[in-house]
């Protein structure tokens, strides 16, 4: 069965940087996008970026250019995100969440547990 | 590239049928058939309910339904059933190889 397995809660200072794992199993890797959406506490959904496992291609939302990477690595079916300069509003659960086989694929069909952030002094 | 609209609220009674619109652009939900809508429980992930405008996952309700017109897509459940309370979002692919979600609508069943 498909599953998206995301790494653990994390604390993190004001200026720090964060990096979130995703790993996939159950289908071939390569063969999906995988999107980053956030959630801030009580808030909705906000769409972060996209990776292309196979080339590594990424497309990320203009909010984020500058601070944000999101990378691969194939021998462990594991998509990672990182997100440098750490403010009190990026507190959120980060959610990776497989899309389709197409870059434009609506599909967001399996999403991981969530990590939460929370970044205070 | 802002938010979709919706309703930051919607209710219903079990066994009648609600709406939720989402409103976007002729950037995003207009020109494209690329919109999903998610349904999120407290705590939980979202879950895939209805994408590509008008497609169900398999294992989805067909009480679920999804359609648009011009820059407004709307979701429909009938039958409402106590289950469905929750929040839902919609999404949409734009015309800047991004994504945009809904504010979120939150469903409470009477």
């Known amino acids: 069965q498909v599953q998206l397995v995301q790494s653990g809660a994390e604390v993190k200072k004001p200026g720090a940087s964060v990096k979130l794992s995703c790993k996939a199993s159950?289908?071939?890797?390569?063969?999906?996008?995988i999107h980053w959406v956030r959630q801030a506490p009580g808030q909705g959904l906000e769409w972060m970026g996209i990776?292309?496992?196979?080339?590594?291609?990424?497309g990320y939302a203009q909010k984020f250019q500058g601070r944000v990477t999101m990378t691969r690595d194939t021998s462990t079916s594991t998509v990672y995100i990182e997100l440098s300069s750490l403010r009190s509003e990026d507190t959120a659960v980060y959610y990776c969440?497989?899309?389709?086989?197409?870059?434009?694929?609506?599909?967001?069909?399996?999403w991981g547990q969530g990590s939460l952030v929370t970044v205070s002094s | 590239q802002s938010a979709l609209t919706q309703p930051a609220s919607v209710s219903g009674s079990p066994g009648q049928s609600i709406t939720i619109s989402c409103t976007g652009t002729?950037?995003?939900?207009?020109?494209?058939?690329?919109v999903s809508w998610y349904q999120q429980h407290p705590g939980k992930a979202p879950k895939l309910m209805i994408y590509?405008?008008?497609n169900r996952p398999s294992g989805v309700s067909n009480r679920f339904s999804g359609s648009k017109s011009g820059n407004t897509a709307s979701l429909t459940i009938s039958g409402l059933q106590a289950e469905d309370e929750a929040d839902y979002y919609c999404?949409?692919?734009?015309?800047?190889?991004?994504?945009?979600f809904g504010g979120g609508t939150k469903l409470t069943v009477l």
């Open positions: 969440a497989r899309g389709g086989w197409a870059y434009s694929s609506s599909r967001f069909d399996y």
């Open positions: 159950g289908y071939t890797f390569t063969s999906y996008y």
């Open positions: 990776i292309d496992p196979s080339s590594g291609y990424t």
């Open positions: 002729s950037s995003d939900v207009g020109d494209y058939n690329y």
């Open positions: 590509d405008v008008s």
């Open positions: 999404s949409s692919y734009t015309s800047s190889r991004t994504w945009v």
